[in-house]
Each structure stands twice: as C-alpha cells, then as structure tokens.
C-alpha cells in the first residue's frame, strides 16, 4: 500500500470536526461569517418592526387629534349663533319687561292719585288713607325717600381663585338681612326695591331680585338714619365677615351715608289666594 493510501484510510481522520469541537477550538471563519450576518439581521428586523408600530401608533393618533379638531371647528360657530340667537331674545324680553313695568309704575301713580284725591273729601276718607299710608310702606308697594346708607359689593379684581373673590346669592341676601335687622326702613338693590316677599337667587352667573338679574357693581340702599344705621350695621356679623372677604380676597365692600336717596316702589305682588270679599 502506498504512502498516500495510507493517510486516506486513517481512522480517526473522519473525528477531526467532532474532536475541534469538543476541544473549544473556534468554527471555520465561513462559518462565524454566517453566524454574525444572521445575527445582525435579526437586530435590524426587530428595531425596524418597534419603529414601525411606533410610527403607526403616532399617525392613528395625529388622525383622531385631526378629526376632533375638525369637529370642534364644525360646531362652534352653531354654539356661537344660538349664544347670540339666545341674547337677542333675552335683551328683547328684559327690554319689553322693563317697558310693561314703566307703564305698570304710571298706571298704579295715576290710581294712587285718584284714590288720594277720593279719600281727601271726608274725616273717615283721611283716617284711612293714613292707615294705608302707613301699610304701604311696610308693603313697599310705594316709593319713599330721605337719609339712609349706601353699601357697595363688587367681585374682586385680583388674581387667584375667582370663586373665592366673587360676590354670590347669599352675600347679598346677609346684607339685606342686616341692614333689615339694623334698623333700615325700606331696602333696594341697584333700584329693585325689596318687598317681603323679594326672593334674591344665583342663576348661572347672575345673581337675580325677583327673577332680574343685577349687573356689578351691586349698590344697596337703606332708608332710615344713617348714623345709627352705620353703627348698627358695621358691628354686625354679616359686615365682619364682608371685611374679612375684602382683606382675604380682595371683593369691594363700602360703606357711606346719604342725606338723601329715594326708593322706588316694589312690584305689585301676585296675589295668589285674596279673593272678594262677598257683601252682606
């Protein structure tokens, strides 16, 4: 047998690979080669596809952000036009209330007149028109005027929170109630003459006498002495708690005498269960 044929029929020649191996010798450089070319790719797939449903997820975003956008768009000037459709007819019914009220005034001075002059023909006539006289005025039913004292409540003009330095319902209706309770005669807010049965409301943001809304700043009067009503008044509760408000908050609160102011009369009130008195 020659040479050659020899190192051909070795047995352990076909072992070599296996016996490298086991060995921890490193593979065939093709082989690292392969190893690392697919080992990159499946980085680079992996990265593309995250990037992929990132970009996918921010576009689906950007379109719904799109689509309310036109939306909003769409709608507002609808809102717009019903607000202003809203404020016409409101300035249309306070312009037409504010008229029948005029007359209302004007018809109940012409009736006030005719029964004056009525009464005036006779002792009995006299008597009773000073005892109604005298019940109007609790009634408010007519205007009435001389000294009294002024009281002014306006929101807060500084920063913060604007809840905290606005005037509300219950303000107003503790300021009524004390210069009541200090000894005021007859009562008006912003020239709404207080009744008793005036019924002072928050609505939205208004605050409402009878059903009207009061504009800023809000000025009750007080009929009555305006030194006793000061004092009175300015030793209350409800004027501590306005000083308290005006440092803390910043909400206008003053207070001045007047050597005359006049009331109008209340509104006639709804009698709801007078009826005639039937003849004997």
């Known amino acids: 047998m020659s040479e050659r044929g020899a190192r051909w029929n070795r047995p352990d020649a076909s072992m ?3 016996a490298d191996l086991l060995a921890g010798k490193d593979l065939d450089p093709g082989y690292e080669a392969a190893a690392a070319r697919r080992a990159a790719t499946g980085v680079r797939r992996g990265r593309a596809g995250r990037w992929a449903r990132l970009l996918a997820g921010t576009l689906i975003i950007g379109l719904l952000g799109a689509v309310a956008v036109v939306q909003v768009r769409r709608g507002e000037p609808v809102a717009q036009r019903q607000r202003r459709a809203l404020l016409g007819q409101i300035r249309q019914r306070t312009a037409e209330d504010d008229g029948l009220q005029r007359q209302a005034d004007r018809l109940r001075r012409q009736t006030d007149g005719l029964r004056r002059a009525g009464l005036a023909r006779s002792d009995a006539g006299r008597t009773a028109r000073q005892e109604m006289d005298g019940l109007a005025a609790a009634a408010a039913v007519g205007p009435v005027h001389g000294a009294g004292l002024t009281v002014v409540l306006d929101d807060s ?7 905290d330095g606005r005037v509300s319902d219950q303000d107003m209706q503790r300021l009524v109630n004390a210069l009541w309770a200090a000894g005021a005669t007859a009562v008006a807010v912003n020239g ?3 009744a008793a049965t005036t019924a002072i409301r928050f609505a939205g943001d208004a605050i409402l006498v009878d059903y009207r809304p009061l504009s800023r700043p809000y000025t009750v009067t007080a009929l009555g002495d305006p ?5 009175s008044f300015s030793g209350s509760v409800a004027a501590r708690s306005f000083r308290t408000l005006k440092a803390a908050f910043g909400i206008r609160f003053d207070i001045r005498q007047e050597d005359s102011v006049r009331l109008p009369a209340a509104p006639a009130p709804t009698l709801r269960y007078a009826g005639e008195v039937p003849a004997k």
């Open 16 to 18: 070599s690979l296996l």
């Open 192 to 194: 709404q003459r207080m």
């Open 157 to 163: 003009h500084t920063r913060g929170d604007p809840q």
């Open 227 to 231: 030194g006793g009503l000061e004092r």
